[in-house]
């Protein structure tokens, strides 16, 4: 009998030196045999404490773990987030050094490195250092060494994260083959799409389990109230976000989200559809509903929402804060590179790219891990010399003029990049200073700041311990104090809830419709659907750019998600260029 | 943005950032702590321990002899700080073993006819066994011997009358009077824990930052790279200014040091030693991309900077080849600086012909702190 695992009321606080910090508050679920059970969530909602619970490396406050089925002891193996890859062992050397560390036998590791190796197709890359493996073939590597003595439970603790969509999809092959086996996989993750590939989803949010089910019965909460309306062929920019400005203040619409040339909308109640036409505004009574089949981001937030008792739409009404860029918002380029080049020695980073970008355009740069993207960014941000183009940003030319340029960008990295025990006014004030920010100019850009992203009550706290969601205001408050005209953004909303990403979103499409220029990269596509347009860089040479309906044609049928369209792109680039082999 | 000239725009960006160096480390209780404790721990600590003199030597006698004389001789030794009398022995065959296993580490042996050889007027024979295994404290311990039997023949001489006392040679140790290696030690504690704490702050600054995730974020401020290096710099060399100056006092209350040359020149002798250590430092910062690597390649400094500085051992006893390595440490001269302004009035002059090879070896690693730096963010 295959073997599964119970918990029942688990809760687990730890201690740090400013706070006390309550990660699970009573979570309760299952692990069924033969199950993949999704444990979804955004970054901070306590997964990785209940994955570690689960596994054992530490107690919890109070509550029951328990296993079903079988007579013994089940096999329980544990994929950390950062797998204890040996970077300087080659692929064959850390899968041998995990059979001794399990103590297979010589008969039974050759017959079980055969299988892993046809599992995971790394058998071409036995020699390679796995510190050279690109960010999916480390994870597949992890999860085989993971499994050389084959479980009776598997915990993954977000699998995907840091993965291209491409190895995403060969990860989630890889572990639903070993359902035949009959063992019990936990899968965490703060990728909402992915919930909807599990047999089973627990949704937790902020230490509590929101809801749980099959992804069919959790969606069913939002059955009959996602409708989408496409939008005239012709809307600007400008006139998308008036429209879902609108639309959000359309009365029982929870949430109003434009996606390329369609915007989403989600009702309060089930079968109403979205009463457009009574609206104030004329664009919006032209816009026709049709129902649409709710995504799992929908039912996150409905979820959120019930157990909060709360239904209004994140905040519509964001003012500006960037005072000076929208002097420059008259269409013309201001980001434009032509021929981009990057060489590390022999090897080419960035191959001849060329695209422009307007004044008040959200522009998104996308690729996989390692294509060329992160390159091509640093290059526009000024960190980097091009070795041979032009790049010109906010009209300084890179290859002559870099720290100038620099001055005129705002920047926000992925990882909170401010000094964790300095206090958010501490960190505020160098952030406004090196950019010439002085006295009582850098005073009144603090105070307005404050005021426009609510920092108030965590003004004078060390940011260090601050919720995610607040450390990203604060970021994004850093990267406008000097007014910048263009703002890069490095995978801005990856791994923040539904509802952060909402409210950040809120903020940049204020920003740009006073004339902000927003450059984000990312390797997660959900974010991409946020941009006006984008750019796909892979093996250092753009392949794609356009809208995001434009970007899904291109990738074939209309239809499909932009992470659908992405990995079609990414493979007809590999079948066209003959050298799919090689990662 | 205001618009000032583009020097003093750059000196208010580096002002900027030395206040959030400083607040960081302040703020940063763990590094706050590595900073004042272990330096003053380490300074009585080395001060105590690491003395030169040999004190307590464990000491057999076989006294053969019954005259006075020899009863003299042996209260002389038991007398003197530097021995301890462990054993009385009676045979000559107990004397191998006590050294074998280490019980005692010298034996003195006086022979029957000592006390009638010297009222005869004839000179007689001592044996001493030493173990040779300690040859430092051997020496030592043999030295001390001498200077015992030496002033011995010496009061006999003069009591009996027997012998006119031959003429002799004094020793009297300039500086230091009493040779308290303390006075050796301190000023030399002064300079090498200065360099260890600036050396250290500097090497895993930028290293914390690249973990921290905060570096990217400096990086496209308008700081250029030099003035990133300065900013990292200036924190570190007044941390160490103050370590250096609050060492020296302690020094200067706990162990007597004098101070008898003009503190002026130690401190602007402290002033271009610690830009030379913090240039060293950022080497190691843009060579490594690990707090940890940094830490490794710091003590890989810094350990052959004091072997080779003459802390312990004087420079002018080493090999040639090497004396000519150490003049590219900067320890060394700071050394001199050190012990020269708090054992001795050192003049200005000569101050300065240790202080411009510091500065040379100062700007010549800036440079090249700043040339790794600017190679690496390529």
Not at chain 2, 271 to 297: C, E, K, P, R
Request: proline share 6%; hydrophobic share 45%.
């Amino acid at each position: 009998m295959p073997y599964g695992l119970f918990f029942k009321d688990l809760t687990k606080s730890f201690a740090t030196p400013a706070r006390h910090v309550t990660a699970l508050k009573g979570v309760s679920g299952e692990l069924k045999p033969g199950q993949i059970t999704g444990l979804v969530g955004p970054d901070a909602a306590g997964k990785t404490t209940l994955v570690r619970l689960l596994a054992g490396l530490f107690d919890a406050d109070s509550g029951e773990i328990g296993v079903t089925g079988g007579t013994e002891r089940p096999r329980i193996a544990y994929m950390p987030q950062k797998f204890g890859l040996y970077e300087d062992l080659s692929v064959a050397e850390n899968l041998a050094l995990y059979a001794d560390l399990n103590g297979l036998d010589r008969t039974t590791r050759e017959r079980r490195f055969a299988e892993l190796h046809r599992f995971t197709g790394l058998a071409p890359f036995g020699k390679r250092l796995a510190g050279q493996l690109s960010g999916g073939m480390k994870q597949k590597l992890g999860l085989a060494c993971t499994l050389v003595v084959p479980p009776d439970i598997l915990l993954l603790d977000e699998p995907s994260v840091g993965v291209d969509p491409l190895s995403r999809r060969e990860l989630w092959t890889m572990v639903r083959s070993l359902q035949n086996t009959g063992i019990a996989v936990l899968w965490s993750t703060a990728y909402l799409d992915e919930a909807e590939r599990c047999d089973h989803v627990i949704l937790l949010h902020d230490g509590v389990v929101l809801d749980s089910g099959t992804p069919r019965d959790l969606n069913r909460l939002v059955d009959g109230r996602a409708w989408k309306a496409a939008l005239p062929d012709d809307s600007s920019v400008a006139a998308k976000r008036d429209l879902q400005r609108a639309a959000n203040q359309t009365r029982g619409v929870v949430d109003a989200q434009i996606q390329g040339r369609t915007l989403r909308v989600v009702m309060t109640e089930k079968d109403a559809a979205p009463d457009f036409a009574s609206s104030q505004f004329a664009p919006l009574r032209q816009l026709t509903v049709k129902p649409t089949t709710p995504l799992f981001e929908d039912t996150y937030l409905a979820a959120l929402r019930a157990k909060r008792g709360d239904e209004a739409p994140v905040a519509a009404d964001i003012g500006t804060y960037n005072v000076q860029a929208g002097q420059n918002a008259n269409g013309r380029p201001v980001i434009e590179t032509r021929d981009l080049t990057r060489r590390f020695g022999a090897f080419t980073a960035v191959d001849r790219v060329s695209f422009s970008v307007k004044a008040g355009e959200i522009f998104g740069l996308l690729g996989p891990n390692g294509a060329g993207k992160s390159t091509t960014f640093k290059m526009l941000c000024g960190l980097l010399p091009p070795t041979d183009g032009t790049a010109l940003v906010a009209g300084f030319d890179l290859g002559r003029s870099r720290a100038d340029a620099r001055s005129h960008i705002g920047y926000m990295a992925q990882k909170f990049a401010y000094y964790g025990l300095l206090t958010m006014r501490q960190n505020m004030e160098f952030a406004g200073g090196v950019y010439g920010l002085r006295g009582k100019l850098l005073v009144e850009r603090l105070k307005d700041a404050v005021e426009e992203f609510d920092l108030g009550p965590y003004f004078d706290l060390p940011c260090g311990d601050l919720p995610l969601g607040i450390k990203q205001r604060m970021a994004l408050a850093c990267a406008l104090l000097h007014s910048p005209s263009i703002l890069f953004l490095d995978e801005p909303t990856s791994g923040v809830d539904p509802e952060t990403r909402r409210e950040f979103w809120a903020r940049l499409n204020a920003l740009a419709d006073d004339g902000t220029t927003i450059l984000i990269t990312s390797h997660f596509l959900d974010e991409a659907e946020y941009c006006d347009r984008m750019v796909i860089i892979y093996r250092g040479k753009l392949i794609a750019s356009g809208s995001p309906d434009e970007i899904k044609r291109a990738g074939g049928d209309e239809t499909r998600t932009l992470n659908e369209a992405f990995i079609a792109l990414i493979e007809d680039y590999d079948r066209a260029t003959n050298n799919g082999v090689a990662a | 943005m205001m618009s000032h000239s583009p020097f003093a725009e750059a000196l208010a960006r580096i002002a900027f950032l030395v206040k959030r160096e400083f607040r960081a480390i302040w703020r940063d209780t763990r590094s706050r702590t590595i900073l004042i404790l272990p330096p003053i721990m380490q300074l009585f600590l080395f001060a105590y321990a690491a003395t030169f003199e040999v004190n307590n030597i464990p000491l057999a006698v076989l006294n053969e002899d019954m005259g006075l004389a020899s009863r003299d001789l042996v209260a002389d030794f038991t007398a003197s700080p530097a021995f301890t009398s462990v054993a009385r022995l009676t045979s000559a065959q107990e004397i191998g073993p006590l050294i074998d296993d280490g019980d005692a580490l010298m034996a003195l042996r006086i022979p029957q006819d000592f006390s009638r050889k010297l009222l005869a007027g004839k000179s007689p024979e001592i044996q001493v066994i030493v173990d040779g295994r300690q040859s430092n404290t051997a020496l030592m311990a043999l030295s001390y011997i001498n200077d015992i039997v030496e002033r011995f023949s010496r009061e006999h001489a003069r009591t009996s009358g027997i012998v006119p006392s031959p003429p002799q040679l004094v020793t009297r140790a300039w500086f230091n009077p009493n040779m308290d290696s303390k006075w050796f030690i301190v000023p030399g504690l002064v300079a090498t824990l200065t360099m260890i704490i600036a050396t250290v702050i500097t090497a895993l600054s930028i290293a914390r930052e690249r973990e921290l995730g905060t570096f990217e974020q400096l990086l496209v401020t308008p700081l250029r790279p030099p003035e990133i290096l300065i900013g990292k710099i200036v924190p570190a060399a007044v941390l160490g200014m103050g370590e250096g100056l609050t060492l020296g006092l302690l020094g200067v209350l706990f162990f007597d040091i004098p101070v008898r040359g003009d503190v002026l020149l130690l401190v602007l002798g402290l002033a271009v030693f610690l830009l030379s250590v913090t240039s060293f430092g950022l080497m190691i910062s843009a060579l490594t991309s690990t707090q940890q690597q940094a830490q490794i390649a710091a003590f890989c400094f810094i350990m052959p900077a004091v072997i080779l500085s003459g802390f312990t051992t004087p420079v002018g006893n080493m090999p040639e080849t090497i004396q000519w390595l150490t003049l590219f440490n900067p320890l060394r001269y700071m050394l001199e600086i050190s012990r020269g302004v708090f054992l001795q009035d050192m003049p200005m002059s000569v101050v300065f012909e240790h202080v411009w090879p510091m500065a040379i070896i100062g700007v010549a690693a800036a440079s090249a702190a700043t040339w790794l730096f600017s190679r690496k963010l390529q």
